[in-house]
């Protein structure tokens, strides 16, 4: 069992930046990809980047590339999602997942986190 829990969301200013956590707890995390994904409002949820905890390996959505950046601290168990010159479409929940390398889809979810960007 992995547990995720996200914070750094909030009501932020268009033009803002703004750095995502997630730590993670339960087990160490050496074959796994954590990733963000997000869901606007009336929106399907949808992938943002990923990492693979090992070789720090990221992959971006196209959305995302040129504005955000993500990151792991391994020492602290901790992937990041920094996000530049936030605009009112990256209003959102934000949600950490983690996955073993080989495995199809997501097995755990954070609970989420909120951001909101003012215009």
């Known amino acids: 069992q992995v547990q995720l829990v996200e914070s750094g969301g909030g009501l932020v200013q268009a033009g803002d930046s703004l750095r995502l956590s997630c730590a993670a707890s339960?087990?160490?995390?050496?074959?796994?990809?954590m990733a963000w994904f997000r869901q606007a409002p009336g929106k399907e949820r949808e992938f943002v980047a990923d990492?693979?905890?090992?070789?720090?390996?990221?992959n971006y959505a196209t959305s995302a590339k040129g504005r955000a950046t993500i990151s792991r601290d391994i020492a602290k168990n901790t992937v990041y999602l920094q996000m530049n010159n936030l605009n009112a479409e990256d209003t959102a929940i934000y949600y950490c997942?983690?996955?073993?390398?080989?495995?199809?889809?997501?097995?755990?979810w954070g609970q989420g986190t909120q951001v909101t960007v003012s215009s």
């Open positions: 339960g087990r160490t995390l050496g074959n796994w990809i």
């Open positions: 990492i693979r905890w090992g070789s720090s390996t990221t």
């Open positions: 997942a983690a996955k073993i390398w080989y495995q199809p889809g997501y097995d755990y």
